[in-house]
């Protein structure tokens, strides 16, 4: 029998080293897998190029990594909530890839399957196609690096022919991803709105991390309730329900109001 499951966070990422690339789940700070974070961060890995739609706030999710000058690049869709991270990218310490978010979902889900690339209407017409959109400044404020022109091919849609962008796969070296309940084959159940990137980041992992607040036996969730097949999960650790969660943006109104 496959037994997956490691004994801490700390063993499940020790064999992360600098330099590696990451898929991290999470959208703001919904699904955030903040134990292997953490563990991450106290061991000391650095020049980290990481993959997630978001980079936390400044001190929750992958924003402590980043306040720690851990990161070298980040391929995100949205990057708003956070001033280190504008502070880091405007003065040239930190590199990043604007992806657009269904792109970026779909690029992560692609290199999970095996697709090397696929093309989408989505950014033709814009710098996301044509290139020059900035990904490293130079301390002055120039722009040391700029994205790349990409491929544009004209496709019979219906009847219309329309432009497509060429995007690629995203593969990394680990995947690191929170679900609600796993069991020890690595079979993945996300629990409402933070299945969210999960999926995508541990398919895209080539080892995937996954942190679980309960961990089952083989057989005890039903199969045709979960999420992610234990095939893309490679080590799970249990870290209990009482992990703590943190609101991105609290709106829920004051009572009587």
Known sequence: M???QWGS??????????????AVGGFGLSGNPIALIEALLAQGTKDLSVVSNNCGVDDWGLGVLLAAQRIRKMTSSYVGENKEFERQ???????????????LAEKLRAGGSGIAAFYTQTGVGTQVAEGGLPRRYNPDGSVAVASPVK??????????????VLEEAITTD????????????????FNKSAR????LAAMAGRICIAQVEQLVE??????????????????????GVDIPKRIERRTV???GV
């Open 2 to 4: 496959i037994d997956k």
């Open 9 to 22: 966070p700390a063993e499940a990422v020790s064999d992360i080293p600098d330099g590696s690339s990451l």
């Open 89 to 103: 990218f405007l003065s040239g310490e930190l590199e990043l890839e604007l992806t657009p978010q269904g792109t």
């Open 151 to 164: 491929d544009v091919r004209t496709f019979d849609v219906d009847g219309t022919p329309r432009d497509f």
């Open 174 to 189: 680990f995947s690191l991803v929170h679900a609600l309940r796993g069991d020890r084959h690595g079979n993945l159940v």
């Open 196 to 199: 969210n990137f999960n999926p």
């Open 218 to 239: 083989p057989g005890e969730l039903d199969p045709d309730a979960i999420h992610l097949p234990g095939v893309f999960v490679h080590r799970i650790v249990e870290v």
């Open 253 to 255: 109104a004051t009572e």
